[in-house]
């Protein structure tokens, strides 16, 4: 059974403050990987991929270790705007084209003044 | 261009009863999905359709049914309401299937539904 673990959180983090979230996968195959933002009571939206030599777009910096089956995401700088729930994302190749992803549970983030 | 449209925001159901969820997209995007949202729970697939006339169940589809007659909608129906499915539901889209890097999933703003 496909399984993305996070730690639930909430981390609580005053502004300025830099912070980062793990996420394991259980499947070895899973070919492709996000994190996805979601506000409260508010859909989710891609925040970024995560690609095998690692990535940043401006704050935010993620990773992917295929050995240790986990990615993370890192946050410099934090804004109160950043407090949401981030989702772990890992989509795993079935082989026949692939359309399911497996979403974790979610980080939550809190950003204090 | 309004993106993913669901409708209704929100109802309360009896047990047994049933409803149509609807989900429109004007992206033209051939990949479609219902999730719901349990507190505290990841996301779960219902079912998905990868074009017009195409669809096929997710990790948890009992309870539910699906139909893709046009490339814009994408209706989710219940039959007989229960209340373990009392959840929020998300319907999305994309254009060439999430798993792509380039193609993201795009969410409506969800139905909570409340089953009693």
């Known amino acids: 059974r496909k399984e993305v673990e996070q730690d639930p959180g909430p981390f609580n983090v005053p502004e300025g403050a830099t912070v980062a979230f793990n996420c394991t996968y259980s499947?070895?195959?899973?070919?492709?990987f996000f994190w996805y933002r979601q506000d409260c009571r508010k859909e989710p939206k891609l925040l970024m991929s995560v690609y095998s030599s690692g990535n940043e777009d401006g704050r935010f910096t993620a990773q992917l270790n295929r050995a240790s089956q986990y990615i993370s995401l890192l946050i410099r700088d934090s804004k109160l705007s950043d407090s949401a729930t981030y989702l772990c994302?890992?989509?795993?190749?079935?082989?026949?084209?692939?359309?399911?992803?497996?979403f974790g549970k979610g980080t939550k983030l809190s950003v204090i003044p | 261009n309004a993106g993913v449209t669901q409708t209704p925001k929100f109802r309360i159901l009896k047990i047994g009863q049933s409803m149509t969820l609807q989900c429109a997209q004007d992206m033209n995007h051939n990949y479609m999905y219902w999730y719901r949202q349990d507190p505290g729970m990841g996301l779960k697939l219902i079912y998905y359709s990868v074009g017009a006339g195409i669809t096929d169940k997710g990790e948890v589809p009992n309870g539910y049914n699906v139909s893709r007659s046009t490339t814009e909608d994408f209706p989710l129906r219940l039959e007989l309401a229960a209340p373990s499915q009392t959840s929020v539901y998300f319907c999305?889209?994309?254009?060439?299937?999430?798993?792509?890097?380039?193609?993201?999933?795009?969410f409506g703003n969800g139905t909570r539904l409340t089953v009693t």
């Open positions: 999305a889209s994309s254009y060439r299937g999430g798993s792509s890097y380039n193609s993201p999933l795009h």
């Open positions: 994302v890992v989509n795993e190749d079935s082989g026949a084209g692939s359309y399911q992803l497996t």
């Open positions: 499947n070895s195959a899973s070919q492709s």
